[in-house]
């Protein structure tokens, strides 16, 4: 089974894909998707109650995704557990064979759900990646080969003086790769992963890119207001809307992304989302001329 440890490791520019997840997910509409993408990327992310919206554990997704011999880069958020349920879905996640992580600081239930769960405050993100490493070491003294462990990270242009002391701290407790949120804004994002290359960062970890496939304004929108820390600049939405077909758009768009983002010095891969569906997340990459099936 292809995984994204290797991805990064090896290959010139990696790819993976967000699963979409509903609250009435089931294993053969995961299986649905992870055959559509797989064939495409190098891993399938699995989100925790993705948009807001309670939905199968990434724990149990994973585990289909395995059972596929898909590789799943599994997400888990602070937020939502406890240490000790924290510490319990890193081990089950080794004990299925999950080797890629993506930890999060996760954020509320949007007020609409009802009732609202309790914030969980039991650990910081930095402590989760910490907790995550110790296991991952005292994994690589049995047969098992231990997590990728990946953290997330906000696209913006940096002070000159910036040293990056929140994704630092990530990085000292364990990160091993850095996922930005959605950037359109190629110029920010160059001079992003320029000053990560300047703090000599990327000696110690991999950057992934996070790129949305779009089907009209209306979604960009909605990617932009309910997603934290989105960039999608104004022209992308009026070349959305002025489009004859905004779904061929999108995907035009997220392909040029993906092409300017694969040039990018520093850039080891991307993560593609999309509010469509799979589909439109293949016709991308195609389009992009990065992968083909």
């Known amino acids: 089974m292809k995984t994204f440890r290797d991805a990064i490791r090896t290959q010139e520019f990696a790819l993976s894909a967000e699963l979409s997840l509903t609250p009435d997910s089931d294993a053969g509409s995961i299986i649905e998707q992870a055959r559509i993408l797989g064939p495409y990327v190098d891993a399938i992310q699995v989100t925790e109650n993705q948009y807001g919206a309670i939905h199968i554990s990434p724990l149990a997704a994973a585990s289909i995704l395995i059972n596929e011999s898909i590789d799943p880069v599994m997400q888990l958020s602070c937020c939502n557990r406890n240490r000790a349920a924290l510490i319990g879905d890193l081990l089950g996640a080794s004990a299925v064979g999950v080797s890629s992580l993506l930890l999060v600081r996760g954020k509320k239930m949007p007020d609409s759900y009802q009732p609202q769960p309790s914030l969980v405050t039991d650990v910081a993100v930095d402590e989760l990646i910490g907790t995550a490493k110790v296991i991952e070491e005292n994994l690589e003294s049995t047969s098992t080969a231990g997590f990728l462990i990946g953290a997330v990270t906000r696209a ?28 359109f804004d190629m110029n920010v994002m160059r001079k992003f992963v320029a000053h990560l290359v300047h703090l000599k960062l990327l000696r110690r970890c991999s950057v992934v890119a ?33 489009a004859e077909d905004p779904e061929r758009e999108g995907i035009a768009i997220a392909s040029e992304r993906l092409q300017e983002i694969a040039g990018i010095p520093g850039v080891s891969g991307a993560n593609l989302i999309s509010v469509g569906g799979p589909q439109m997340i293949v016709e991308a990459i195609e389009a992009s001329g990065l992968r083909g099936a």
């Open 210 to 242: 996070d790129v949305a496939v779009m089907q009209s304004a209306e979604s960009a929108r909605w990617i932009r207001d309910n997603l934290s820390h989105v960039l999608i600049p104004n022209d992308v939405i009026r070349r959305l809307e002025r």
């Open 156 to 183: 913006h242009v940096p002070k000159s003086d910036w040293a990056a002391p929140r994704l630092l701290r990530k990085i000292d407790a364990g990160a091993q790769f850095v996922q930005t949120q959605i950037c």
